[in-house]
């Protein structure tokens, strides 16, 4: 079985802004590398210089979810995506995501599409990427070039502080039905006892220790009278 990442992204072509996602699906590297390979920073350095200075490299914040191999969802902040097409109509997709080593950040290349990508890389393992990877910072050779980032957080994270704020939600409510419960000495009960005349306060029961009688008070106001 194939072991493949899936993307999910707002397209960045989609100019009615429907926010329907689209699922990028990539190889995992570790089909055809024992570990990921490194990229040199110099490559995003130049990537990103191409994408200043020529209008067929563009950027877009669209990245809301990926999910890995083994159905595992991951944070989307370290990820990114580039999907070029070369001038003979030759797609790339890659799969990048950052990693600190020691006091500085790499980037390890995780996954890749289309099967012909995989294939070349298969048989050419190392020198298949160093001579991509100047095609695609290479403008007179590329038809077009997207770079994809992160959108705000994971979708998944989205949806599990959604369900976390609605259950807060439900129980504040439950407590706030509670407060109009009147409490008296630990036990609740519906008021039976008569209201204030002054206030309209609830009566509550209490020994005179004086006059020994008990009488009735309103520990709102202080009226009070003898009870019947």
């Known amino acids: ?10 397209a960045p072509w989609d100019k009615v802004k429907t926010k329907k ?3 990028i699906r990539l190889l995992s590297l570790k089909s055809v ?3 990921y390979p490194v990229v040199e920073r110099k490559f995003f350095e130049d990537l990103s210089e191409n994408i200043s200075k020529n209008m067929h490299y563009s950027w877009f914040e669209c990245i809301r979810r990926i999910v890995g191999p083994d159905k595992e969802d991951y944070g989307i902040q370290n990820w990114n995506i580039i999907w070029a097409m070369d001038l003979d109509n030759r797609i790339y997709q890659f799969l990048f995501q950052k990693v600190e080593k020691s006091d500085e950040t790499q980037a390890v290349m995780v996954g890749l599409a289309p099967p012909e990508l995989v294939r070349l890389f298969s048989e050419y393992k190392s020198d298949a990427i160093l001579r991509i990877l100047s095609v695609l910072n290479n403008p007179k050779k590329i038809k077009f070039l997207m770079g994809l980032a992160p959108k705000g957080i994971s979708l998944a994270v989205e949806q599990q502080l959604i369900k976390a704020n609605k259950n807060e ?3 504040i409510e439950f407590v706030n039905s509670l407060k109009d419960i009147p409490n008296f000495q630990g036990q609740w009960f519906f008021p039976r006892n008569p209201m204030c005349p002054v206030c309209n306060g609830l009566l509550i029961e209490k020994m005179d220790d004086v006059k020994g009688f008990q009488k009735l008070e309103c520990p709102q106001c202080g009226y009070e009278r003898k009870k019947k």
């Not at 079985?1 to 707002?10: A, I």
């Open 1 to 10: 079985m194939k072991e493949l990442f899936s993307v999910f992204v707002n």
């Open 21 to 23: 996602l689209t699922e």
């Open 33 to 35: 590398f024992e570990k």
């Open 169 to 171: 939600l439900d129980k």
